[in-house]
């Protein structure tokens, strides 16, 4: 048997270094324990995920597969090792309906280069509403928002579908370099404060091909925010953009 050329193993060494780099890690939460019944949390499962794929060397997914998943609250922090991490969402994320007044459900923080794409969150606002319709004092601060993003760059939300969330469906929150594309943002036309995409004290955001039915405005502007597009956004039910 011929030996191998020792000037070409050193070669080889680096070529199979940087394919192992180069391919996309996947991090199911099934595999982590997560359950698609609707009933059992899967919030550390999801969790466990996001923090092996913010550890990967090379580009890493989340991957959520079909089914119901309950969440409550959690915050992906960063900075990441990966500088592309994609979420992937084929089935549905709920919140827990006790999770309580926490301000924010799913929260990305210091992160870089992540992309969410498909599926669909579901903040089941339907019962807090009905209270606050009552004027219970107790609940006047009780909001919840959705999916936030702050201290952000590079980000990609694509095709996601945001229900009936508590109070801001998506909020992008001091970050540069965001593109929403192809979300879908609902909730009833009575519902209050139930505002579609928000954004604040962030540049260079792209929102486009949205259908965006709201109690409130379907997108609105926060101060600081800078080199904003927006085209192609179907609005209504709700107050607009502004």
């Not at 939460?29 to 092996?52: F, N, V």
């Not at 006790?98 to 929260?107: A, K």
């Not at 928000?198 to 955001?205: K, R």
Request: glycine content about 12%; hydrophobic content about 40%.
């Amino acid at each position: 048997m011929a030996e191998l050329n020792s000037s070409i193993v050193p070669l080889l060494v680096v070529l199979i270094s940087t394919h192992l780099l180069s391919a996309n890690a996947v991090y199911n939460i099934a595999e982590y324990g997560a359950k698609s019944d609707g009933r059992t949390d899967s919030t550390k499962p999801l969790l466990g995920a996001w923090q092996a794929a913010c550890g990967s060397p090379g580009p890493s997914t989340v991957h959520v597969p079909a089914g119901s998943f309950l969440v409550r609250q959690v915050t992906f922090n960063g900075p990441c090792k990966s500088s592309k991490i994609v979420i992937r969402i084929d089935g549905t994320l709920v919140v827990a309906s006790d999770i309580g007044r926490v301000g924010e459900w799913i929260v990305f923080d210091h992160v870089e280069g992540v992309s969410v794409y498909g599926g669909t969150i579901d903040g089941r606002g339907a019962s807090l509403w009905a209270c606050k319709a009552t004027g219970r004092s107790l609940l006047r601060d009780a909001w919840m928002q959705s999916l936030t993003f702050r201290n952000s760059k590079r980000i990609m939300i694509s095709g996601l579908t945001s229900m009936n969330s508590e109070l801001y469906h998506v909020v992008i929150d001091d970050c540069e370099g965001v593109t929403v594309q192809g979300v879908r943002i609902m909730a009833p036309g009575n519902s209050p404060n139930t505002d579609g995409i928000h954004v604040q004290a962030s540049s260079y955001v792209t929102i486009t091909g949205a259908v965006i039915r709201t109690g409130d405005d379907c997108i609105s502007i926060g101060p600081g925010t800078t080199n904003l597009w927006i085209e192609q956004v179907n609005c209504g039910p709700g107050h607009g953009i502004r």
